[in-house]
Each structure stands twice: as C-alpha cells, then as structure tokens.
C-alpha cells in the first residue's frame, strides 16, 4: 500500500489509505525468473555430450497408431472414423492383420449390443490374424464418500 505525505488530521476526519498498487517488485521477480529461464533453457536441450557407439541393430519401429474398431448401437463395424460393411470386414481386417499382425485391436461396442454381437466381430478380429485384442469401457463414477 503506497503512502503519500502526511498532514495533519482534522477532528472527525478518517485517514484513508491509498489505492495504488506497486508493481515494481512484482516486474523485479518476473525478470529474474526470465533471466532464469533463458539460461537453463538451452541446458535442459542440449544433455549431456556424448560420442555414442555404432550399432548393427534394427531401428526401433515408430509408433503405430492403434487400430481402433467401434460397433454402434446398430452394429454398424466402423474403423476409426470409417464405416466398414460387414461383408467387406474380414478382408480389411486381414489386411491390416498382414501389415502388423503383432498390432492390438481395440474394440469399443455399445453398452446395448448383444455379447454374441460383439464376441463374433472379436472372432473375426482374431481369424484374421490379430492376437491381441483389447476391449474399451468407460470408467464408472466413483461413489460418493461417506
């Protein structure tokens, strides 16, 4: 709170402080911060130097992104964005088997689906090549503690 000079009060008049607020310190903190920051900055980059050996093995393979298969409330089979009819599925998802057969399929189907709905499109996930196969669900709300 920013002072200004004092007077003498008269009687009956209240001191009211002033309404000013001082952002030089705040400005001082903020540029040593900034100061800070420029410096490390190119350190946190760069690590440590070093002449690493050369190698023979593979290269480890870029991500892949996950094949996600959904199933509406209709049984309509989409992958990922894409609708795929059903007659055309296990040949899609053949190919794709062939690309990377060691991919996991995700499968997302509608609460409202049968279990026997959803078991035949793993079965044809699985004839097609896929051995790993993964099922997606919400998470459930937590109960409220008491």
């Known amino acids: 709170m920013a002072m200004g000079p004092r007077r003498r009060l008269e009687e009956g008049e209240d001191l009211a402080p002033l309404a000013e607020i001082n952002v030089t310190p705040f400005v001082d903190v903020m540029l040593v911060l900034l ?11 760069a690590g440590v130097p070093l002449r690493l050996p050369k190698t023979a093995a593979a290269r480890v ?13 209709g049984g309509l089979v989409f992958i990922g964005e894409k609708k ?18 060691d991919q996991t399929v995700y499968i997302r189907a509608d609460r409202a689906l049968s279990y026997g709905a959803v078991m035949r499109t793993m079965g044809a996930v699985a004839a097609a090549g896929f051995s ?7 998470q459930a709300e937590a109960p409220p503690a008491h």
């Open 35 to 45: 100061v800070i920051f420029m410096v490390t900055a190119p350190l946190m980059m």
């Open 84 to 101: 795929v009819p059903a007659a055309a599925l296990p040949e899609r998802l053949r190919q794709m088997a062939e690309k990377a057969p």
């Open 61 to 73: 393979a870029e991500p892949r992104q996950p094949i996600v298969l959904s199933i509406d409330h």
């Open 132 to 138: 790993r196969i993964s099922l997606l669900a919400e």
